[in-house]
Nanobody, 114 residues
């Protein structure tokens, strides 16, 4: 079993930056496929960025060139660096860990003001 705790959300002006962190505990972190999802009110949860156990990354088109996902296996932590934030990035951001079973964090709110 894996426990995930996100942090780093907040309120930022458009054009600003935030770094989200997701600390994992309870299992072999380095073997997990990690992802950051987001969900805005009235919308479906979408996968924003992902990183494999080998370090391969993938991004949804709307964040390419602005967001960077990374992982530190020594610290059991995955990060999402978000630059040049836009109001449409406003959402609750969730960390996800998946190997056979998927686990979710509690979410952290990101609000970008125009």
């Amino acid at each position: 079993q894996v426990q995930l705790v996100e942090s780093g959300g907040g309120l930022v002006q458009a054009g600003g930056s935030l770094r989200l962190s997701c600390a994992a505990s309870g299992d072999i972190f380095r073997s997990y496929f990690m992802g950051w999802y987001r969900q805005a009110p009235g919308t479906q949860r979408e996968l924003v960025a992902s990183i494999t156990s080998g370090g391969t990354t993938n991004y949804v088109d709307s964040v390419k060139g602005r967001f960077t996902i990374s992982r530190d296996n020594a610290k059991n932590t995955v990060y999402l660096q978000m630059n040049r934030l836009k109001p449409e990035d406003t959402a609750v951001y969730y960390c996800n860990a998946k190997r056979i079973i998927a686990y979710w964090g509690q979410g952290t709110q990101v609000t970008v003001s125009s």
